[in-house]
Nanobody, 117 residues
Framework: QVQLVESGGGLVQAGGSLRLSCTAS????????MGWYRQPPEKERELVAS???????YYADSVKGRFTISRDNAKNTVYLQMNSLKPEDTAVYYC???????????WGQGTQVTVSS
């Protein structure tokens, strides 16, 4: 069973920065798609950023230019660097790993990010 463990959430003032980490219990290169999702209070979960094993990245319009996703296969870890944080970035952030060839879908437990105004 693959496990994804997130860390790095917390409370930060608007304009500040946080870096989230997601460490997998397996070799990261075996997971084609890694993504960061978030779920604000009383709202649906949304994709924030993703990165493929080939390095292709995607960002939601709301975070472009502020967030950066990266992966370190040697450490089996995916990062989300979040800069210029806004109160509307407040949410529980989840890490997801997906392997299309067997449709394996893994989620972390979530980490809370709170941005105060």
């Amino acid at each position: 069973q693959v496990q994804l463990v997130e860390s790095g959430g917390g409370l930060v003032q608007a304009g500040g920065s946080l870096r989230l980490s997601c460490t997998a219990s397996v070799r990261l290169f075996s997971i084609n798609f890694m993504g960061w999702y978030r779920q604000p209070p009383e709202k649906e979960r949304e994709l924030v950023a993703s990165i493929t094993s080939g390095g292709t990245t995607y960002y939601a319009d709301s975070v472009k230019g502020r967030f950066t996703i990266s992966r370190d296969n040697a450490k089996n870890t995916v990062y989300l660097q979040m800069n210029s944080l806004k109160p509307e970035d407040t949410a529980v952030y989840y890490c997801r790993g997906y392997r299309p060839f067997d449709k394996s879908d893994y989620w972390g437990q979530g980490t809370q990010v709170t941005v105060s105004s």
